[in-house]
């Protein structure tokens, strides 16, 4: 039996609006029945009614959490590097978000409100829903909505009437995008524009996609003058020196180097500091602080760095949001956060020991067996971590390297930011 056609949300934001919300709550009923619908929702909104419904969130009634305080919303705000962006995400997104009676929206990435702007009304309709400052606008406390589902898929959702998951929020339309850290891939936040449902418009999503884009280029900018910085700082002080040395920023971004080949980023430990350290990719060293960073003297001036070595490896992408391999039983033991697409690749190794051509993980991650360009690039970086636990032709660990995946409770929260076609069908629960 062939499946029902997924909806278009353009051609729903053409038709009348009171018809597209009719059409999207039968969509909604069928699946809170279980009975079979006419139209399938879009694969965005379908994957997080089945976490909704797995977590037990309530369709028919909203749940509020207690917002945060004034004072902590002010801490948020002065810690979070979003901050330093909000003029540029006013400039262009207030003045839309008011005219189209909408309003901007900034969250942290726990989904908390850190700043609002935009039509006065369509604030205090916004209140009278919970979506305050300070409020919880995660997917597990309010439903399927631009800010929650942005966070957990890390790309521009756009929700709209029924598609919200939980029917009190179904007068509303909302397009979020998530704002990342560009010097480590942390999610940072996301940007939000929301409204009355009679003012959705698709185009609505590229307009917040580029926003966010245009944020995290700001940040990019600014770390590129950060570096510079350090540099000037750095330069004399690695003139004087004998032997290898770098100057890193505080995520491991090379300022400058000394007697040896030059690398974009180190491998760092969350807990630096001054004195003798063993790092992954350089062995052990002297780390010493600078205005801005650190420089790293390496103990063997005439050597070369130790290779990683490890009798166990363990893949935890038992978070939806957060994700580590740990490299056990060598010189030291390290942990190392992830990037989503390095997540991605290193479940695909982890559940396939014979190996994998890049041929193979381009299927895999792509659905498409000539995208290798992408995969070879992505795992050039994770072995300068990994060095010679990740060989190639295929790409595989090494057989006598124990490798252990910790895997989420269920199965829908395997990366559910991933759009691998392998990585899909293991949240669905077939074999990846």
């Known amino acids: 039996m062939n499946a029902p056609p997924t909806i278009d949300l353009a051609r729903i934001s053409a038709m009348d609006q009171a018809q597209a919300a009719r059409l999207l709550k039968g969509v909604r009923d069928a699946a809170l029945s279980g009975r079979r619908p006419h139209l399938l929702p879009r694969p965005v909104i379908g994957d997080s009614w089945g976490r909704m419904l797995l977590g ?46 909408h309003i901007m929206v900034v969250c942290d990435a726990d989904g908390r409100v850190l700043w609002r702007e935009g039509s006065a009304a369509v604030l205090r309709r916004a209140d009278a829903l919970g979506f305050e400052l300070g409020a919880d606008w995660s997917e597990g406390v309010v439903g399927t909505n631009g800010v929650g589902t942005s966070l957990v898929v890390r790309r521009p959702v756009q929700v709209f009437s029924a598609e919200h998951f939980v029917q009190t929020h179904h007068a509303w339309t909302c397009t979020g995008a998530p704002v990342t850290d560009p010097r480590d891939g942390r999610l940072l936040g996301v940007v939000d524009v929301s409204g009355p ?7 609505m999503v590229a307009l917040v996609d580029s926003v966010a884009k245009l944020a995290e280029a700001r940040l990019r900018d600014r770390h590129v003058t950060a570096l510079d910085r350090l540099r000037a700082v750095a330069a004399p002080v690695l003139a004087r020196l004998d032997g290898r040395a770098c100057a890193v920023d505080a995520h491991g971004w090379t300022a400058a180097v000394t007697g040896m080949p030059p690398v974009d980023r180190l491998a760092l430990p969350k807990s630096l500091a001054a004195g003798r350290t063993w790092l992954p990719s350089l062995g052990p060293c002297l780390v010493e602080p600078l205005p801005g960073g650190w420089l790293l003297r390496l103990d063997d001036p005439g050597g070369t760095p130790q290779p990683v070595t490890a009798t166990r490896l363990v893949l935890d992408v038992s978070s939806p949001r957060r994700w580590t391999l740990s490299v056990l039983g060598g010189a030291r033991d390290w942990t190392h956060d992830l990037s989503p697409r390095h997540a991605e690749l290193l479940y695909l190794l982890c559940t396939s020991r014979a190996g994998r051509t890049a041929s193979d993980l381009a299927e895999d991650m792509f659905g498409d067996p000539a995208r290798t360009v992408t995969v070879r690039a992505e795992l050039s970086r994770v072995r300068r971590y990994l060095g010679g636990l990740l060989a190639h032709r295929p790409y595989r660990f090494p057989e006598d390297v124990d490798v252990d995946v910790i895997m989420p409770e269920r199965s829908a929260d395997l990366l559910p930011h991933s759009t691998a076609p392998t990585v899909r069908a293991a949240r669905q629960g077939a074999e990846p």
């Open 56 to 101: 037990g969130v309530d369709p028919d009634h909203d749940v509020r959490a207690r917002p945060l305080g004034e004072e902590e919303v002010a801490e948020r705000r002065r810690a979070s590097p979003l901050a330093d962006v909000l003029p540029d995400l006013r400039d262009i997104l207030v003045s839309v978000a008011d005219a189209a009676q």
């Open 197 to 203: 449902l009679q003012t959705v418009h698709p185009a």
